[in-house]
């Protein structure tokens, strides 16, 4: 029986149906999920043809395609390096990465707004999803890690119930250079309303402003990871200040990863580059960041960020800061 959808994956989600595309053998090794789409997309066959499933076929395919066990998720603040541990992890030629996949966010959102929906199904309804996204395409592919998107902490209880056990790492990084990055390109955050599906709704008093509602979602975020943290006894914190060292000692123990010596050269040579350009050399730029930091940034970090940073600081320092027998 000729199976349609072999070498095919979920695109995106939309009105309760799966657009899916033809992905062949190409793995996911572009900075963010979106861009190997976008890529995808423009090629003359996904041009001229989409396949269009309801939910269901999710579910029927997981049982028969189960795709590649979840060995890690990857929390984050946001412009914290969050990046480069994915793209650091795309080296490994045996890893698949899902760098904040879009059909992941639609399906969580949607959660979110329907309490009423039986939370078993939503959480096999996230395994089939990642199912379908997470298809070994070549002979070597043996596991799968997920970089959320920074809100997506929030959802941590859905994720980890539909994913128990897994590992996860929380990226974060002093917030005033943080909030100089949002400042310099604003991300979607900064955009006052646009994360209400996912739970997030700020105080009546807090002034509809870019900066100010972007401080106020990166404070919540802090919290929903110092919540975690407290709760689960699967993560791990990783201060920006910590890479890429941390990525070949703490968090390869963390995930499980045996690194043996071309593993190394490969994720050495993948998190020297600038993660979201790659074609240019990594430069840390804390320093350049705080002398930017205008009044504002520091008195809306002070007022939303410092205390919950500082909470994370004294867990993780409280964290072992080395793997056994390192």
Not at 105 to 121: E, F, I, M, R, V
Not at 255 to 260: A, P, S, T
Not at 263 to 277: G, V
Not at 299 to 308: C, G
Request: contains cysteine; proline residues 9%; glycine residues 6%.
């Amino acid at each position: 029986m000729t199976d349609s959808l072999r070498d095919w994956a979920p695109f995106y989600l939309k009105h309760g149906e799966v657009h899916w595309g033809y992905v062949g053998q190409e793995r996911f090794v572009e900075p963010f999920f979106q861009d190997t789409l976008q890529k995808l997309a423009r090629r003359p066959f996904n041009q001229l043809l989409r396949q269009r499933t309801g939910l269901d076929t999710l579910t029927e395919r997981a049982s028969s395609h189960p795709g590649l066990p979840l060995q890690g998720l990857i929390f984050h603040l946001s412009r914290c390096g969050s990046t480069l541990v994915a793209q650091a992890l795309s080296a490994l030629n045996d890893s698949v990465v899902l760098s904040e996949p879009e059909p992941v966010d639609t399906l969580l959102q949607w959660l979110a707004q329907s309490p009423h929906y039986d939370p078993a199904a939503g959480h096999a309804l996230l395994r089939d999803l990642l199912a379908a996204l997470g298809q070994p395409r070549r002979p070597e592919d043996r596991r799968l890690f997920i970089k959320t998107d920074a809100w997506h902490i929030r959802h941590i209880d859905r994720l980890l119930a539909a994913f128990p056990e897994t590992p996860w790492i929380f990226l974060y990084r002093d917030p005033v250079e943080v909030l100089v990055s949002q400042f310099r390109i604003p991300g979607l955050f900064l955009i006052p309303g646009t994360l209400t599906a996912h739970g997030f709704h700020p105080p009546a008093e807090l002034p509809l402003l870019p900066l100010q509602h972007g401080a106020w979602i990166m404070g919540q975020i802090l919290q929903d990871a110092e919540e975690a943290m407290r709760k689960y006894s699967g993560g791990l914190l990783i201060n920006y200040q910590d890479l890429p060292d941390a990525l070949e000692t703490r968090i390869a123990q963390h995930l499980g990863l045996e690194l043996d010596p071309s593993a190394l050269t490969a994720m050495r040579a993948r998190y020297t580059q600038n993660a979201k350009s790659p074609n240019q050399t990594f430069n840390p730029d804390s320093d350049s960041k705080h002398a930017e930091a205008n009044d504002e940034i520091r008195a809306l970090t002070a007022q939303w960020l410092d205390a919950p940073y500082g909470r994370l600081e004294t867990i993780r320092k409280e964290q072992p800061q080395e793997p056994p027998g390192a």
